[in-house]
C-alpha cells in the first residue's frame, strides 16, 4: 500500500523529507547558541574577574538567538 501522493516511487518520502529538512537541526542549533553563549559568558568573565555576570548574559543571549531562529525556521515551514 503506498502513501497518497507517491505515485509509488518514493517521492512522497522524498518530498517529505525535503519539507522536514530544515527543520531535523533546530534542536542541535538551539544547544549550540546556548552552550557558544555560555562558553562566551565564562570566558569573558575569566578575563574581566565577574564570576556569574557574562556567564549569564551569555546563556541569556545564546538561548535568545536559538529561539530567534528556532520560531524563524518554524514560522517559514508554516507558509509553505
Given at each position: 500500500m503506498t502513501p497518497p501522493g507517491s505515485r509509488g516511487s518514493g517521492r512522497g518520502f522524498a518530498?517529505?523529507?525535503r519539507d522536514a529538512a530544515p527543520l531535523l537541526g533546530l534542536?542541535?542549533?538551539l544547544?549550540?547558541?546556548?552552550?557558544a553563549g555560555l562558553g562566551g559568558g565564562y570566558w569573558l568573565d575569566?578575563?574581566?574577574?565577574s564570576r556569574p555576570?557574562?556567564?549569564l548574559l551569555g546563556g541569556t543571549l545564546g538561548l535568545a538567538a536559538g529561539l530567534?531562529?528556532?520560531f524563524?525556521?518554524?514560522a517559514g515551514q508554516t507558509k509553505r
Amino acid at each position: 500500500m503506498t502513501p497518497p501522493g507517491s505515485r509509488g516511487s518514493g517521492r512522497g518520502f522524498a518530498n517529505g523529507l525535503r519539507d522536514a529538512a530544515p527543520l531535523l537541526g533546530l534542536g542541535t542549533t538551539l544547544a549550540v547558541t546556548v552552550l557558544a553563549g555560555l562558553g562566551g559568558g565564562y570566558w569573558l568573565d575569566g578575563r574581566v574577574g565577574s564570576r556569574p555576570l557574562f556567564l549569564l548574559l551569555g546563556g541569556t543571549l545564546g538561548l535568545a538567538a536559538g529561539l530567534y531562529y528556532f520560531f524563524k525556521t518554524v514560522a517559514g515551514q508554516t507558509k509553505r
